[in-house]
């Protein structure tokens, strides 16, 4: 069982589309990251979220913390094919030292033109 | 930079044989991290370094595998014998604090036949 749950776990839009991802947890994270995965390559950071609350924009992207800090939000606005990936959501629980990243299983999301 | 570099890129290897990935992390990180991610268990955390000391490897799936860092710049990770179920992609990541994300490697796709 994973402390972070994504849904949905598979996301197929049309570009030009919105989209939402999300990250749920019972526990309270000191800090969640979003980070995207593209075929044959790593994870990649998108952003980094700490205060309860907080709402992050990157160009088209929106990344909201839970005031709880327990959960978190990404939305894609116009979605275009290039946003195709493993979207992964990762926390530190407010237990764990810097070095413990728990990550979420993942939404892959598909943008077809 | 050149980022974290893993190698080699691929690896097939028979059942029973000894395989070794390797990992240069970004210079002047001190954290390193080694994940394997499969397609039922997502990115799990195999054993992370701090300072080149192996702080937590809980991890690490059983006594075949073994990891090392004798110096800053050069981690492997070691699996003898090796099984099919070993099977995955393995990937190497840095960071000189959590807060700032982690950097990837491109990972190893290993294939046990």
């Known amino acids: 069982t994973q402390l972070l749950e994504q849904s949905p776990q598979f996301l197929s839009i049309q570009e030009g589309e919105n989209l939402t991802v999300y990250c749920n947890s019972s526990s309270v994270f000191s800090s969640l990251q979003w980070y995207r995965q593209e075929p044959g390559e790593g994870p990649v950071l998108l952003v980094t979220?700490?205060?309860?609350?907080e709402v992050k924009k990157l160009k088209r992207l929106t990344f909201q913390f839970g005031d709880a800090r327990k959960d978190s939000s990404l939305h894609i606005t116009a979605a275009q094919p290039g946003d195709t990936g493993l979207y992964l959501c990762?926390?530190?629980?407010?237990?764990?030292?810097?070095?413990?990243?728990?990550f979420g299983a993942g939404t892959q999301v598909v943008v077809t033109p | 930079d050149a980022g974290v570099i893993q190698s080699p890129r691929h690896e097939v290897t028979e059942m029973g044989q000894e395989v070794t990935l390797r990992c240069k992390p970004i210079?002047?990180?001190?954290?390193l991290f080694w994940y394997r991610q499969t397609m039922m268990r997502g990115l799990e955390l195999l054993i992370y370094f701090n300072n080149n000391v192996p702080i937590d490897d809980s991890g690490m799936p059983e006594d075949r595998f073994s990891a090392k860092m004798p110096n800053a710049s050069f981690s492997t990770l070691k699996i003898q014998p090796s099984e099919p179920r070993d099977s995955a992609v393995y990937f190497c990541?840095?960071?000189?604090?959590?807060?700032?994300?982690?950097?990837f490697g491109s990972g190893t796709r290993l294939t046990v036949v």
């Open positions: 979220v700490v205060t309860g609350g």
């Open positions: 990541a840095s960071t000189r604090g959590g807060f700032y994300g982690y950097t």
């Open positions: 210079s002047g990180h001190d954290y």
């Open positions: 990762a926390g530190f629980l407010t237990t764990d030292s810097w070095g413990k990243l728990q």
